[in-house]
């Protein structure tokens, strides 16, 4: 089976590679908005249609004839086309109804997350130790290399946040999955809002509280930069300032995803989860008519990109890693799963009177509702392998 495996290190680059570095995102970033405004007339006038990566290619070339965009001439080829591939997966995510993906939209310089990818890695690139040299003037870099790289790479990420540039090399390395050490142990896991996950044995996983800590302290660095006049040199340290705290909040988050995830996943050969978007989920901190969201009010002034790091990621790290240990995620349809009495059967919202208990009103069986959710989750789970011939012997 073959994997792919990102490995993501601090680079350290100095002020001319850090002002190359610049330039290189900069046209980066261009073609991708002239692309998208492109992309956006073809869908105004002929309605679910943009593009593909095939002809916005070719865009490319006749750009670098015309005179206002002749600067282009200058730029490395290779990070364009990605670029271009990146926005025609972005329009891909968006039209796939299953992912509903937000709209691609226009970059700003210093918001929006620049990044360049340098592809044919064995071709353009090479690593010496600690060090990487990168084409299209860049040359060598030193990286703080915290760990092996194991693989094959592909290709590698320039991008910058947190005030600081960082490579991601992708590898591609060939393994077969182990068997895993516990096959009978299945559990349905629901995600929620007061807990990040509550299973279907009882236990629960604590909601990931990081930006707590540090909320107030990010607080105050927003109103600091609110302050500072557009892109002064104070202003620029006060983004830096923020972006930090962002950083860390979002690190924090991340750690306990890993560690919470791999512990399942060692724990339990197949995982029973609800088919959520992606966009649901990031979208639960608003809650619903039925549950609404415990924290909107702290959540809702938080950067996007640390909500993105919630349960989609989880998901995403839930499914790599079993597929590494013998494992396995299954995901099923998620209705009703919180009004259904794992009994009985019966389904009904008055099952449900307050948010923490479930009590039928047919057979009064009662639990808590989030362990009735993870339940109902591994039922189906089970029902669906079932009818695929395919049992544990034992939960
Ligand atoms: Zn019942």
Known sequence: MKLRKAFKFRLDVNAEQQARLRVLCGHARFVWNQALARCN???????????????????ITAWKREEDKAFLTEAYTDNLQQKLKDLDSAWRRYFDPKLKADRPCFKKKGRSRDSVRFVNFNKYCQLNGRRVKLPAGIGWCKFRKSRDITGLIKNCTLSFSQGHWWISYQAEQDITPPAHPAPDHWVGI??????????????????????????QALARAQRQLSRKVRFSSNWHKAKARVQRLQGRIANVRQDYLHKTSTTLCQNHAMLVIEDLQ??????SAKGSVESPGKHVRAKSGLNTSILDQGWGEFRRQLEYKSLWMGGEVLAVPAHH????????????????????????????????ADVVGGLNILARGIEIRERAGR???RL
């Open 41 to 59: 007339e073809a869908y105004a006038t002929e309605g679910e249609y943009v593009p593909r990566y095939e002809s916005m290619s070719k865009w």
């Open 190 to 215: 629901d995600v929620g809002i007061a807990q990040l996950a509550t299973l279907s044995d009882g236990s629960s996983i604590a909601a990931i509280n990081s930006f707590r800590q540090h909320e």
């Open 278 to 283: 992606v966009k649901n989920m990031s979208a």
């Open 337 to 368: 799963t919180s009004q259904t009495c794992p009994e009985c059967g019966k389904v009904s919202p008055l099952n449900r009177l307050t948010q923490s208990a479930f009590v039928c009103i047919d057979c009064g069986y009662e639990n808590n």
């Open 391 to 393: 049992r544990p012997d």
